[in-house]
């Protein structure tokens, strides 16, 4: 894996100041956690969060969301597009702002009103068991490491909110299940990308909790005699990661 680090305060035009390093040559989904772990023990200031999948339209949708009435932050002065130290600090207003939203309960969907949201074809889940089993079938070729300067850890997605179309979980579903996979399964926020986010834990689930997860997966994404979901349930066992497809059409 070969990573390129940026300096505090450059800025990368398709994410965000935020964004302290580039990752390319990615070979295993390990690389990129035992990457983040030392992230996370090096910058305790900081929630590390990544990009997953098409990195371009990730961008473009996150640029979208972040303008949704309850995170907009509003600007009267287009000079500070000129001025990167005036951009560093909308973006940490922003950032701010869409975390301080994240924690208005009133804003955040319960995890039931989730169900059917996804609801999806067969084929789907068994294209997100196969995305569990080999992760690196949906990086992009370009996976960019955020530093989030937020303090609770579950509102990293601030960082780099997304969910813009319609049909899409929208960044407060996101951080509903977000929340839920934290509580109930010791799951943390990895990334977002166009399609799929990320969670990782310190180690594989048990079987029964395994089975337990993809219970309650079930009314969120359909197709409950899916051989996709027993896939998964053996794919939870072994790995410490999760990822889920959260717009309309994921599994393409």
Not at 48 to 62: E, G, N, P, R, W
Not at 78 to 94: G, H, K, T, V
Not at 161 to 173: A, E, I, K, L, R
Request: proline share 5%; glycine share 4%.
């Amino acid at each position: 894996m070969k990573i390129d680090r940026i300096p505090d305060g450059a800025q990368d035009p398709r994410t965000s100041l935020l964004t302290r390093a580039r990752l390319s040559d990615v070979q295993d989904i390990d690389e990129i956690l035992t990457l983040v772990s030392a992230e996370r023990a090096a910058h305790l200031d900081a929630r590390v969060f990544i990009t997953l999948d098409d990195l371009t339209q990730a961008s473009y949708t996150s640029m979208h969301a972040g303008e949704s009435d309850e995170l907009e932050v509003a600007t009267d002065d287009l000079d500070f597009l000129n001025d990167i130290d005036a951009q560093r600090r909308f973006e940490l207003r922003q950032v701010a702002h869409v975390a301080a939203q994240l924690s208005r309960s009133a804003l955040i969907p319960s995890w039931d009103e989730l169900h059917g949201t996804r609801e999806c074809p067969p084929d789907w889940i068994d294209r997100m068991a196969e995305v569990n089993d080999k992760p690196s079938t949906i990086l992009d070729d370009e996976i960019h490491v955020l530093h989030v300067p937020v303090r609770d850890s579950l509102a990293a997605i601030a960082g780099f909110p997304n969910g813009y179309f319609s049909v899409d979980w929208d960044t407060f579903q996101n951080y509903t299940v977000t929340r839920h996979l934290a509580d109930a399964y010791g799951y943390r926020p990895l990334g977002i990308g166009a399609s799929w986010i990320g969670f990782e834990r310190n180690s594989p689930l048990s079987l029964m909790k395994a089975n337990e997860l993809v219970e309650e997966l079930k009314p969120i994404y359909g197709s409950i005699d899916a051989p996709g979901w027993a896939r998964l349930v053996d794919t939870l066992t072994r790995r410490r990661t999760l990822f889920l497809g959260y717009t309309e059409n994921f599994a393409d």
